[in-house]
């Protein structure tokens, strides 16, 4: 039995309607990797930074002097330094110094960057112009160099490195803020907001900063890498913790002497260095993408 041509073209249609009134389903959002393996390390800094102190097997400046510069054992896990004390106990308490003092100069460093920036991309002019120039001579310096000019002239001790680590962090946040405003002035919400005749600063805080906060995210994670590295650098130096807190940079500095001897003094705070700003990376590198790919999928 036949079926007529015009039934035929008529079911046809039905399907193709179907077809189209069907919803497209969005394929899930893959999570990068290094996403995940940072999130995961510094997480596990993070950890240690909070709790580390409670768990750890002896106090960090306990003495141990039958057992000076012991290899690691049942006893002492990862060995003790030249005074007898415990470089694994130590080391996780040293994860707390580290971990707030660079995280506290990311975070100085960030918000009066991001201010900077959001005011000097929106307002422009002559404003823009010399806040710019300013920032030109601040990153002329080499950051490490920058940090120790600021510890030098306020003095040795762990707030005055995370003071001078935020102000070195300042300028270079500000110019990929300012960055990111300049893109944003004359998009049309932005116009629209000037037209209604709101306000400077309801323009920039409710318009324009959420929308750079995907780039200011990943430059925090790339300014917190290099702040690890300069909380090291200047304890190494002795300009940042003194003794005998357990800072890592601290811990090289005054044990290097033995690395050949017992390397274990040297390369348990060395390790942890590179293990938290390898997270760190991975963090900052697995959110770029993701971030990346998010906006590729709003498009």
């Not at 909070?50 to 768990?55: Q, R």
């Not at 003495?63 to 996780?92: E, K, M, N, Q």
């Not at 490490?144 to 962090?169: P, R, Y």
């Not at 090291?232 to 811990?251: E, R, T």
């Amino acid at each position: 039995m036949s079926v007529p041509s015009n039934k035929i073209l008529a079911l046809e249609e039905d399907e193709g309607h179907l077809e189209s009134a069907s919803p497209s389903v969005t394929p899930p959002r893959r999570v990068p990797v290094s996403l995940i393996l940072g999130g995961v390390i510094v997480g596990l800094f993070l950890v240690l930074a909070l709790i580390g102190p409670h768990i750890t097997p002896y106090p960090f400046d306990k003495f141990h002097f039958g057992s000076r510069l012991a290899p690691p054992s049942a006893d002492f896990w990862w060995g003790t330094d030249r005074y007898g004390r415990d470089i694994f106990s130590r080391v996780i308490h040293g994860a707390r110094l580290t971990v707030f003092m660079a995280g506290a100069g990311t975070i100085i460093g960030v918000a009066f960057g991001l201010l900077i920036g959001l005011f000097s991309g929106y307002v422009g002019g002559w404003i823009d112009e010399i806040l710019m120039r300013l920032t030109d001579i601040a990153m002329s310096f080499p950051g490490l160099l920058l940090a120790m000019s600021d510890v030098a002239a306020m003095g040795s001790n762990e707030i005055n490195a995370v003071l001078s680590i935020g102000i070195v962090f300042v300028p270079k946040v500000a110019r990929v803020v300012r960055s990111a405003t300049l893109g944003l002035r004359h998009i049309q919400f932005v116009e629209a907001a000037e037209v209604r005749g709101e306000s400077n600063s309801f323009i920039i805080f409710r318009e324009i900063l959420p929308n750079v906060w995907p780039p200011v995210i990943v430059e925090t994670c790339i300014r917190l890498s290099y702040a690890v590295l300069l909380v090291v650098s200047l304890s190494y130096l002795g300009l940042g913790a003194q003794p005998p807190a357990p800072d890592w940079g601290l811990m090289i500095a005054k044990e290097r002497a033995f690395l050949i001897s017992s390397p274990w003094v040297v390369m348990a705070p060395a390790g942890a260095i590179v293990a938290l700003i390898i997270g760190v990376n991975l963090l900052g590198d697995g959110m770029r993408e993701w971030l990346a790919a998010r906006k590729t999928a709003d498009e």
